[in-house]
């Protein structure tokens, strides 16, 4: 398994088995700062660039504190929903997409925050809290 990018905060985890070919994690409760990727038939590499700047501005300093954090590991890109729960703040913020299979981004939030994040000025940013899980990972190159 690779290892965490150095000096980035990354999701709480402990490793509960440890084998070659995966490893089972327990996941502690995070929260994310989520944006739909632009409409486009499928996952495109424009959309994914989109939703990123989205979010790295959110996290930068768009947000009602004007407030700068730090960035974390991982980004997620999936289609579909995510396992998790919007955080009541405004009406606009935590409107959910029509669909669900739309693809996402989402950016790992700094643990010290917790549920006080700043609220994102951007009404296609969403914060949401992805609860305590077990997971099993595999790595693999890629190719």
């Known amino acids: 398994m690779r290892p965490p990018m150095p000096d980035l905060e990354t999701v709480p985890l402990r490793i509960l088995k440890r084998k070659v ?8 409760s995070y929260f994310v700062a ?3 990727m632009p409409e486009r038939s499928g996952f495109d ?12 501005s959110y996290l930068f300093g768009k947000n009602t504190a004007s407030e700068q954090m730090e960035m974390t590991t991982p980004v997620f890109t999936r289609k579909g929903e995510l ?20 693809w ?29 899980k077990i997971v099993v990972v595999a790595a693999f190159s890629g190719s």
């Not at 070919?21 to 502690?28: A, D, K, N, S, T």
């Not at 396992?83 to 739309?102: E, H, R």
């Not at 996402?104 to 992805?130: C, H, Q, W």
């Open 21 to 28: 070919e995966y490893e089972i994690r327990e996941v502690e």
């Open 34 to 36: 989520e944006t739909t």
């Open 45 to 56: 590499f424009s959309g994914s660039s989109q939703s990123f700047n989205v979010l790295a």
């Open 83 to 102: 396992n998790s729960q919007s955080m009541d703040m405004t009406p606009v913020i935590t409107k959910k997409s029509a669909g669900t299979n739309k």
């Open 104 to 132: 996402k981004m989402s950016f790992v939030m700094p643990a010290k925050y917790g549920s006080n994040l700043p609220r994102p000025k951007d009404p296609f940013v969403t914060i949401k809290e992805v609860p305590y």
